[in-house]
């Protein structure tokens, strides 16, 4: 094997995926904490403190004095490369979220058992299903008072439409939370809160072992009953349907004891995909091709607040990257000389010395990088499959002081570009209309134009529901609509046409009325 395969093979790349306070920052927080990469002491407490923090790592980092300072961590566990991806879920769920997705090979969706399946979970479950990501899931809360666990299972397969092989099964619950079953190893394990990667879970051999009748025989019987109707009821693990993302392993436990962690980061290293082609229009790119190759999924300024510094994140999807090499920014046809590249480590921000596929790279941007954006040694690839989504809220964006209009209108277009907000031109009108999926995608464009743009602005509502972003093959139709619904239609950050609806009414008939046009509700970068 190569190097570089070798190399490949090690790699992990993946997001948690969760509703709000389902346990996604404590569960980060315990996979780094059993990887070796932090010390812990005590939880974390609280939650958010202000109220653009832009991921809840950084209320980890606040609190246990590490630098995390990004979305991307990497760390080691049993000698694989693990990439952990935040995905900014919470109150400010936005286009990063989805974005995200397009970067990581598997998903970690988190439950919380007393609730089940949950709203944004549901979304990002679909955008998971875009590239058919293989999903572990982990229910998580059982010291509390949880719902019934086949009906969780059963609620997972109808509404996210995906089959469930429960790997372990609960003991319990609440104050009665005993352990987990492990189906495939046939042990009880026993339930000791709060033990760390060193301490040895209490294991039982056998669940028809009498020792576990001796020890809590209500919750054993119960369990047995259950695993009876499991049998009939739920599916066998098969590799291929979990990589296939028909099929995921189901885990049960509670982050916050600790509990259930290891069983999660081995599913990971044993059955998660290491990184492996990727679509890049003139051809599939290998993951151990000798060549460099990768693509921008997400920008984040201010990382540092101190300078005002942006960051491109690079997914590597082939070759070795290397310190103060030389690579080419292919929508501008430009070498990037990348001396300042950075990666993320549980210890901070450390120049990177070499990164493989499906590893994470920063390169610092002043505003030539866009998402989607591809880079290689020379070859013109473009990488496919980073999407923009049709926006479900507009506004209208509006300033106090006319004199600062260009401000305004350059602000907007860098921050479009970075992807913090989709910006649409009407085709007849000077006001600019920015799109959103998360609210707090506003207040965030707000402040970054007061503060480094120097602009007020005011974002007024529109009458305006939902965009589609239009082809057609047929230009002198194209023409035609362009002509007759000129009012409702605009241009987004990168030229492409959309046509803004004020209804869903309103947009089923317009496509009603023009059948041979496509209406986009994703649209790939330019
Ligand atoms: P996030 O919003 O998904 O990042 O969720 P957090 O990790 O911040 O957790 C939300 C709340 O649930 C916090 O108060 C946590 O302490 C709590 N929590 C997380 N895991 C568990 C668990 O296993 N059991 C219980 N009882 N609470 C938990």
Redesign the pocket.
């Known amino acids: 094997m190569s190097e570089i395969a070798h190399e490949v093979a090690q790699r992990r790349t993946f997001a948690i995926i ?1 509703h ?8 980060t927080e315990k996979l780094l904490f059993f990887s070796g990469a932090i010390q812990m002491a005590g ?1 974390v407490k609280g ?1 958010k403190g202000g109220k653009f923090a832009t991921s ?1 790592w950084m209320e980890i980092e606040k609190q246990r004095g590490i630098s995390v300072a990004s979305s991307v961590m990497q760390f080691d566990y049993r000698e694989h490369v693990v990439n952990l991806l935040d995905t900014p879920g ?1 109150q400010d769920f936005s286009e990063d979220t989805y974005r995200v997705l397009t970067a990581v090979d598997s998903a970690l969706m ?1 439950i919380d058992a007393a609730k089940g399946v949950e709203e944004q979970t549901i979304k990002l479950l679909n955008v998971c299903r875009l590239r058919n990501t293989p999903i572990v899931t982990f229910m ?2 059982y ?2 008072e949880v719902r019934d666990s086949l009906e969780l299972l059963d609620e997972v397969e109808s509404i996210l439409k995906i089959r469930c092989a429960p790997i372990t099964w609960p003991v319990g619950m609440g104050k009665t939370f005993r352990g987990v079953y492990h189906i495939h190893k046939d042990q009880v394990l026993l339930f000791t809160p709060g033990q760390g990667p060193l301490d040895e879970v209490e294991v039982i051999e056998g669940i028809d072992n009498p020792r576990l009748d001796e020890l809590f025989p209500l919750e054993i019987e119960q369990t047995r009953m259950e695993l009876e109707l499991v049998r009939g009821a739920s599916h066998p693990f098969v590799l291929d349907e979990f990589l296939a993302g028909t099929l995921t392993p189901v885990f049960f436990g ?4 600790n509990f259930g962690v290891r069983e999660i980061l081995d599913s990971l290293v044993d059955w998660a995909p290491a990184p492996g082609p990727r679509d890049a229009t003139i051809r599939a790119i290998d993951p151990t091709e000798e060549k460099f190759s990768a693509f921008v999924f997400k920008i984040q300024a201010n990382m540092d607040p101190r300078h005002r510094d942006r960051i491109a994140f690079l997914r590597v999807c082939s070759g070795r990257f290397e310190r103060g090499m030389k690579f080419r920014h292919l929508r501008l046809n430009r070498e990037i000389a990348a001396n300042s590249v950075v990666t993320f480590m549980a210890q901070g921000r450390e120049q990177v010395e070499t990164a493989y596929a499906g590893d994470i790279i920063g390169v610092p941007n002043h505003g030539n990088i866009q998402i989607g954006d591809s880079f290689s040694e020379g070859e013109p690839l473009s990488f496919t499959g980073i999407p923009y989504f049709a926006p479900e809220l507009f506004r209208i964006a509006r300033i106090k002081n006319p004199l600062k209009i260009k401000q305004l209108h350059k602000g907007l277009q860098q921050l479009g570009e970075e992807g913090a907000v989709q910006v649409f031109k009407p085709l007849n009108g000077a006001d600019l209309i920015l799109g959103a999926v998360g609210v707090l995608q506003f207040e965030v464009v707000a402040s970054r134009l007061a503060n480094e743009y120097g602009v007020e602005a005011v974002f007024e509502s529109t009458s305006i529901h939902t965009a589609r972003w239009i082809t057609c093959e047929d230009a002198r139709m194209l023409a035609d609509f362009e002509k007759q619904l000129v009012n409702n239609l605009a241009r987004d950050a990168a030229d492409s046409l959309a046509y803004l609806a004020t209804s869903r009414v309103n947009l089923e008939l317009t496509q009603e009325r023009w059948p041979k046009l496509v209406f986009h509700a994703t649209r790939e970068h330019a």
Request: hydrophobic letters at 25%.
């Open positions: 969760s709000p306070d389902a346990g996604k920052t404590t569960l939880t939650k809840d919470h988190v998580n809360k010291d509390r509670s982050a916050i004891n």
